[in-house]
């Protein structure tokens, strides 16, 4: 969860795929009607148009733990482009269009299992935005993001009206097409000539809306509803609530929450209160709620550890010795919420940190965290360092040791859990090194190795090449 510009939280949540999917598109009436609103607006004398496109290749390499013989490699070429206009021949009118395409090179599946095609892409946004004269009324039609507020970020594929009341209170109402799921073959279907090795894809409906007050940019409060069904399935029914206050220099506080109305159960709460007291220390607090499958997939080296809702609370103490070294000391209780009774963990970090020349040149710093859950538990540490030239070029460099465990008994333990038995120890590392050609023109080369309980090896490499221009006139 990261917090937004305006105080607001983006997060995914996860969306079980319902029986009879249905995956169609029609917006040819949408993008008629939004056509006409253009027409009818007035030129503007000050269009722009920025452009980004990022190119770049990427080569990995893995081998699963239970059979390294079988080895997986890929090379794929990728390329990024997005696109944003603004009053480009009508008033209060804006593009945003981005997408991604890619193409395999050269593959080598393990199991016999991936993806048949070579080459893919996916439109990211792509929308036209107007807003009128008074910037009252704003109309946003097709592939878009949505924010909620409380951590609710949508992808949807439709329309949003929005109308900016007095008092600094704004409501939007939209509707659409969710963003299409993609459910793979299970490694089970592999070897079933019955069982169709080809992807599948569905999308659902979602309808909803948000009120939002906003006090001079210093506090906020909000509430959204979101709708989602398949048909006459209902697949998600959410509240989100939203309510924060950061306006003084000494104390800052937010509260939010998502609530499914259908069983009436909270899916995410949090909390958190930050003050600035003292000039060289900053305390913090902080409650959260999660529900980890919501977010977390069970393929994950995390998994293991966030199988149950659980409650945490967090205190934390970030103190600057000087300018150029600062450190931080977190930690609290964690409740977790399983079938059986309830059992309580905890996690504790420390994190030093020294800047390096001037105050954007250059860090160094390590972090370390115990989580424990009772019967299982983690120590992360990440070492990492970062360093800029004046010339335009920088590095980037980072390290990562993680430590797994588990007290379950053997018989109980799951096969997840009997492989960390058999390898507790994960290692990490990524470098990457980049350089500013011109101020439009950038290149990346980045590598990556892991060695965790999932996979006994993990190489990837990329390179990127990086080009922003931005173009206005007056008519």
């Not at 424990?372 to 030239?389: H, K």
């Amino acid at each position: 969860m990261r917090l937004g510009a305006q105080g607001e939280t983006t997060a995914v949540l996860h969306r079980s795929p319902p029986g009879k999917l249905r995956c169609t598109r029609s917006s040819s009436l949408a993008w008629l009607a939004l056509a006409l609103v253009a027409a009818n607006a007035r030129a503007q004398a000050q269009p722009s148009v920025g452009v980004t496109a990022h190119t770049f290749g990427t080569t990995s390499e893995s081998a699963p733990v239970l059979d390294a013989s079988d080895t997986r490699s890929r090379v794929t070429f990728y390329q990024f482009i997005e696109l944003a206009a603004d009053d480009v021949g009508v008033r209060g009118l804006e593009v945003d269009l981005s997408g991604v395409a890619g193409v395999d090179l050269a593959e080598r599946r393990f199991g016999g299992l991936g993806d048949d095609r070579r080459v893919r892409g996916n439109v990211i946004t792509g929308s036209l935005r107007w807003q009128d004269r008074r910037q009252r009324v704003s109309l946003v039609l097709g592939r878009q993001y949505l924010f909620l507020g409380a951590g609710q970020a949508e992808h949807l594929d439709g329309l949003t009206v929005g109308y900016q009341l007095p008092w600094n209170v704004d409501v939007s109402l939209f509707g659409g097409r969710t963003e299409p799921w993609q459910l793979d073959p299970t490694p089970e279907s592999g070897s079933d000539p019955h069982v169709s090795r080809e992807s599948f894809f569905y999308s659902n409906w979602a309808t909803g809306g948000r009120l939002r007050w906003r006090v001079l940019e210093r506090a906020v409060a909000a509430i959204g509803f979101i709708h989602e069904a398949n048909g006459d399935q209902t697949v998600r029914q959410n509240l989100a609530l939203q309510a924060g206050y950061w306006s003084s220099a000494k104390l800052e506080g937010m509260v939010g929450g998502i609530v499914d109305t259908v069983y009436g159960l909270p899916q995410e709460l949090w909390a958190t209160l930050t003050s600035r007291a003292i000039a060289k220390l900053k305390l913090s607090a902080d409650y959260s709620f999660h529900i980890p499958s919501l977010a977390i997939p069970k393929t994950s080296i995390f998994s293991v550890f966030t199988d149950e809702s659980f409650h945490s609370a967090l205190l934390a103490a970030h103190y600057a010795f000087c300018p150029q070294l600062w450190g931080s000391l977190e930690g609290g209780p964690r409740f977790f919420v399983g079938d059986d009774e309830a059992r309580v963990g905890y996690a504790a970090a420390l994190a030093l940190s020294r800047r390096l020349g001037s105050e954007h040149q250059g860090e160094v710093g390590l972090r370390s965290e115990l989580i424990s859950a009772v019967d299982q538990w983690s120590l992360q540490n990440r070492l990492f360092g970062s360093y800029r030239l004046a010339s335009g070029l920088y590095a980037n460099l980072e390290t990562y040791l993680l430590l797994l465990g588990s007290d379950a008994a053997a018989a109980a333990a799951s096969d997840y859990e009997r492989r960390i038995e058999d390898h507790r120890l994960s290692l990490g590392a990524l470098a990457l090194a980049g350089y500013a050609i011109s101020p439009a023109l950038s290149a990346q080369l980045a590598a990556s190795a892991f060695v965790t309980p999932l996979a006994k090896s993990d190489v990837r490499m990329l390179g990127r090449l990086t080009y922003r221009g931005l173009w206005s006139w007056a008519r």
